[in-house]
C-alpha cells in the first residue's frame, strides 16, 4: 500500500493527531513551473514583450553593438567596460588561453569517442583541482575564476574537436580577439570577418538567461557554500540534455532524418503523430517567440548569402519550411538553439562540438549567478510530497 502525506516538513496534518480532517494536498509544480525562487539583477527575461535584458541593456543591441568580452564584462561586473577596463580584463583573458598541462593530458586520455559535453566537464573539474584559489570563494577570488576559466574554454573545445578530427592541435594566438582566436585555434585559420561575426553574435546571445535549468543547478550547488568549479561542473552536466542545450546539436539530426525542405511537413506530421518533441522549438518562458532568434536567424541568413553555397542554401530553405509547418500545426515557435544549429554547422563544427560552444559562452552567466547566490546565499532544499509505502515493520 503506498500513501501520501503532506509534504515533507509541513505540520503533521489533523487526522494524524487523532481528529477527523483529511490531509491537505500540498500544491505541487512539477518542473518548478512559474515559481519565482529567488531575485537577479543579472538578466531579465520578459516573455511579454518578447525582449532579454542583460543587467538592463537589449541583448540584440549588444550583439549588434559589442563585442563578447565586452558583454562578457557587464554580466560580471554590472557594467559596460571603460577602455582601461576592457585592456585590464583581455590582458588577463589572453594570459589565461593556453591549457595547463594538467587539463591537457586529463582530456587527452578521455576515449574520443565519448561526448565532447563529458570533455568540457571533466576539464572544468580538472581545472578546479589544480586552481591555487578553488576553496577561496571571495568576489575578488570568484571574479579571477570566471576570467580564467572563460579564457581556457576555446582551447578546450578546440583541442577536443581536433583530435577527434585527428588533426594537430593548434595554439592560441595572443595578437587576436576571442572570437577569431576561437576559430583559429578550432579550424587553424581566422575565417572570413562575417563567419567571425556571425560566431561572435551566438556567443552573446548564448551568455546568459536567468534562471533556465543549468544555471538554477550552479545556484543549487553554489547554495551549498560549494566552490565555483563544482558549480559550473553541474551546470555543464544539466546543459548536456536535449530540453536544454543539447539541443542546438539535435536539430541538425533533425536536418538529416528530413533531408530536403519539401519533406519537412510530411516529417513533421509523422513525428507528431508519433508525439516526439521537436528539438529546437518550444520554451518553458517564452510562449510566443525567443528574444534571440530574430538576431540569430538575421545572422544565419546573413552566413548563407555571404556562403552562397547550395549546402547553405538547402539548409535555410529546411529551417525555414520546418519552422513554418511547426508554426502552422502546433504554433510553437523556434527557441535559440533553431538557428545555432545550423548556423554552427555552416561554420564548420562538428555537430558533438555546438554544446560545447554553448558552454564556452553560457560559462560567463552561471559564474555571474554564482558570485550573486553566494553573495545573498541561502540553502536551495525544496520540500517533497511522500508517496511510497505507508509506514511498516521490518520482517
Ligand atoms: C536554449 C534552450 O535551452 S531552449 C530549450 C531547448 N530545448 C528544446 O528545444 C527541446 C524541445 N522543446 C521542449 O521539449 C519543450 O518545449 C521545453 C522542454 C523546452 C519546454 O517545455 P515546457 O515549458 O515544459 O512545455 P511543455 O513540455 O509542458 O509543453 C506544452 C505542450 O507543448 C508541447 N510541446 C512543447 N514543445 C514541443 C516540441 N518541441 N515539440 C512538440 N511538442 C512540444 C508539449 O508536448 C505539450 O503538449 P500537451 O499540452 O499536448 O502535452
Ligand atoms: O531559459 C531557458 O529555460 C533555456 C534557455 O533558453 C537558455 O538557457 O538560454
Known amino acids: 500500500m503506498t500513501t501520501s502525506t503532506p509534504a515533507d516538513g509541513a505540520a503533521a496534518p489533523a487526522a494524524a493527531q487523532g481528529t477527523a480532517s483529511p490531509a491537505p494536498s500540498p500544491e505541487i509544480r512539477k518542473g518548478l513551473a512559474g515559481v519565482v525562487v529567488d531575485t537577479t539583477a543579472v538578466s531579465k527575461v520578459n516573455p511579454d514583450t518578447n525582449s532579454l535584458l542583460y543587467r538592463g541593456y537589449p541583448v540584440q543591441e549588444l550583439a549588434a553593438r559589442k563585442s563578447f568580452e565586452e558583454v562578457a564584462y557587464l554580466l560580471w561586473h554590472g557594467e559596460l567596460p571603460t577602455p582601461e577596463q576592457l585592456a585590464a580584463q583581455t590582458a588577463v583573458e589572453r594570459e589565461n588561453r593556453a591549457l595547463p598541462g594538467e587539463v591537457r593530458n586529463a582530456i587527452l586520455e578521455l576515449p574520443t569517442s565519448c561526448h565532447p559535453m563529458d570533455v568540457c566537464r571533466t576539464a572544468v573539474s580538472v581545472m578546479g583541482a589544480h586552481d591555487p584559489s578553488a576553496e577561496d570563494s571571495s568576489p575578488e577570488a570568484e571574479h579571477a575564476k570566471a576570467l580564467r576559466l572563460w579564457a581556457m574554454m576555446p582551447a578546450v573545445v578546440a583541442l577536443d574537436q581536433r583530435r577527434r578530427r585527428g588533426q594537430q592541435i593548434v595554439d592560441p594566438d595572443e595578437d587576436l580577439g576571442y572570437a577569431e582566436n576561437f576559430l583559429h585555434m578550432t579550424f587553424g585559420e581566422v575565417p572570413d570577418a562575417c563567419v567571425v561575426r556571425a560566431f561572435e553574435v551566438s556567443m552573446v546571445l548564448y551568455a546568459e538567461h536567468s534562471f533556465n535549468a543549468s544555471t538554477f543547478t550552479a545556484r543549487v550547488i553554489t547554495s551549498t557554500l560549494s566552490d565555483l568549479h563544482s558549480a559550473v561542473t553541474g551546470a555543464i552536466g544539466a546543459l548536456k540534455g536535449a530540453l536544454h542545450g543539447g539541443a542546438n546539436e539535435a536539430v541538425m539530426a533533425t536536418f538529416a532524418e528530413i533531408g530536403t525542405a519539401d519533406r519537412a511537413a510530411a516529417w513533421l506530421d509523422e513525428a507528431l503523430a508519433d508525439k516526439r518533441k521537436i528539438m529546437g522549438f518550444g520554451h518553458r518562458v517564452y510562449k510566443s517567440g525567443d528574444s534571440r532568434v530574430p538576431t540569430m536567424k538575421k545572422t544565419l541568413d546573413d552566413l ?29 515557435l523556434p527557441n535559440l538553439d533553431y538557428p545555432t544549429g545550423p548556423a554552427y554547422h555552416l561554420m564548420g563544427f562538428d555537430t558533438p562540438t555546438f554544446t560545447p560552444l554553448f558552454v564556452a559562452a553560457r560559462v560567463v552567466g552561471w559564474t555571474a549567478h554564482v558570485v550573486e547566490q553566494r553573495a545573498s546565499n541561502a540553502l536551495i532544499r525544496p520540500l517533497s510530497q511522500y508517496v511510497g509505502q505507508a509506514q511498516r515493520a521490518v520482517p
Open 304 to 332: 548563407v548569402a555571404h556562403l552562397g553555397t547550395d549546402e547553405a542554401t538547402a539548409l535555410d530553405e529546411l529551417y525555414d519550411a520546418l519552422e513554418a509547418a511547426m508554426t502552422e500545426r502546433k504554433g510553437i
